[in-house]
């Protein structure tokens, strides 16, 4: 495989400025020849200014400020194009601003990377609660997240922390119908037409702080999971009796998943979350909507 001629990192920011800060020198310790702030926050520029001031006098640390929040994947994919548009033949360290890199953890993504035929991505574990992940299975029926493979799951890796050839993923690398969670799977099921293509290195680090933007247990969190996991069965699909069948395995897992929260939590919060995340998701499938009209429809109440 050709030689990067630099790694770049990427990070986003959304109104987060300790974090990513915490990210970004994390990256430059470990041999980032530059890194690239993409700033979501749509907060009238305060949290890039902050970003600004605190990272003064340090020339390797560029901030883009967006003019609106576009969520994980177009924002990613907008920072890889800024990159790649002032250096077309860097690879880049995408890393979440909640995460930092172990010392060494870049050079050995860079190697594995570097010295594999197939791969166009190279991730690390995650060592994240007291507890280390690396490939994660998507188990397309039921949408079930596991560590080991279960049958019809796809193999993922996180969009915590991964190490981009462009060239060899293509792009755009993720779709931009998600706007949070879910792009990662999409990703890995897109690539599993690519054999190789994702490479687990477990012997590079990240610690990960985990949904420190989204919250886990907000109303955000739970409603944005809902819809990825609708959105996913529209992309996963490959005809529309394929895309009835995965939508079944989500009426049934989706609910139960809500009520185990709800339970867990003590808060209604993730049965509201239902609705809300359907409704997010109709706009990327027309199944959803179809749906949606005929359970609220005169005919269908009577």
Same mark, same amino acid.
Request: proline share 5%; glycine share 8%.
């Given at each position: ?58 020339p ?25 548009? !002032?250096?077309? #033949? &860097?690879?880049?360290? %995408?890393?979440?601003?909640? $995460? =930092?890199?172990?010392? /060494?953890? *870049?050079?050995? @993504? ?44 796809d193999?993922h ?18 779709d ?32 990960h702080?985990?949904?420190?933007s ?9 409603? !944005?999971?809902? #819809? &990825?996991?609708?959105? %996913?069965?529209?992309?996963? $699909? =490959?005809?529309?009796? /394929?895309? *009835?069948?995965? @939508? ?55």
């Amino acid at each position: 495989m050709r030689a990067p001629s630099s790694i770049v990192g990427l990070t986003l920011n959304f109104r987060d400025a300790t974090r990513t800060l915490q990210s970004v020198r994390s990256l430059l310790a470990d041999g980032a020849s530059r890194v690239l702030v993409w700033d979501n926050s749509e907060d009238g520029g305060r949290s890039a200014t902050a970003l600004r001031a605190a990272l003064a006098g340090e020339p390797r640390v560029d901030i883009e400020l967006s003019d609106a929040n576009l969520g994980f994947a177009a924002g990613v994919n907008r920072g890889i194009a800024r990159i790649l548009d !002032r250096e077309p #033949a &860097a690879w880049i360290l %995408l890393i979440n601003n909640d $995460a =930092r890199l172990v010392s /060494g953890s *870049l050079a050995r @993504l860079r190697n594995a990377l570097l010295h594999d035929p197939v791969a166009g991505i190279a991730y690390p574990a995650i060592m994240q609660s007291g507890r280390i992940s690396g490939t994660v299975y998507y188990q397309r029926w039921l949408g079930l997240l596991s560590a080991r493979p279960l049958p019809g799951s796809d193999a993922h890796a996180s969009g915590c922390c991964m190490l981009i050839d462009p060239v060899r993923t293509g792009r755009p690398v993720f779709d931009e119908d998600f706007f949070m969670y879910g792009e990662d799977a999409e990703l890995g099921c897109r690539l599993r037409r690519r054999p190789g293509t994702l490479l687990h290195v477990p012997q590079a680090r990240v610690e990960h702080e985990g949904s420190a933007s989204g919250r886990i247990g907000s109303l955000f969190y739970e409603e !944005r999971m809902v #819809a &990825a996991h609708l959105i %996913l069965a529209h992309k996963l $699909a =490959r005809s529309t009796a /394929g895309r *009835l069948g995965l @939508l079944l395995g989500r009426v049934i897992m989706l609910p139960a998943r809500a009520i185990v929260r709800t339970i867990r939590q003590r808060s209604t919060i993730p049965l509201r979350a239902l609705v809300r995340g359907w409704r997010l998701a109709q706009g990327h499938d027309p199944l959803l909507a179809r749906a949606r009209r005929f359970a609220t429809s005169p005919t269908s109440q009577h």
